[in-house]
């Protein structure tokens, strides 16, 4: 399946997309979002729930981030927006993959080239979800 799939309301529900070359913008998820496909291209306002993403080459973008972000792949860019600088939430098992914090490609200093295993994930608390919400609407 090759496509796009938009959507400025909040998502509620556990949702599983799969497809090659899928293009995914969301304003918040709340809950578990998968997707399993070749170079996909996922943006999120925020992010409270669980992303999970299968696939190599895949570019992920969250303005916020206050759940886990889970990519099994190689060769993929997670780039997290300037309130996401909690690297514990991030969980990347994969080659060649960036994960970017604070001002993405604008702050190289904030780039880290991954190496498997590094990241794990920690619960979120509800004021960090809260905030991270307010901000994106």
Do not use: W
Request: aromatic share 4%.
């Amino acid at each position: 399946m090759k496509g796009s799939v938009e959507n400025n309301v909040a998502s509620d529900r556990n949702d599983y997309l799969v497809g090659d070359g899928l293009r995914l913008q969301l304003t918040i998820n709340r809950n578990v979002l998968s997707i399993t496909g070749d170079g996909c291209r996922v943006s999120l306002g925020s992010n409270s729930g669980h992303l999970r993403i299968i696939g190599d080459g895949c570019r992920v973008n969250i303005g916020c981030n206050v759940g886990y972000v889970e990519y099994n792949g190689d060769g993929g860019r997670i780039v997290l927006g300037p309130e996401s600088l909690d690297r514990s939430r991030i969980k990347y098992r994969g080659v060649g993959g960036v994960i970017e914090f604070g001002q993405g490609r604008q702050n190289e200093k904030a780039k880290t080239t991954v190496r498997p295993e590094i990241f794990r994930g920690l619960q979120a608390n509800q004021s960090d979800i809260s905030r991270c919400e307010r901000m994106c609407t």
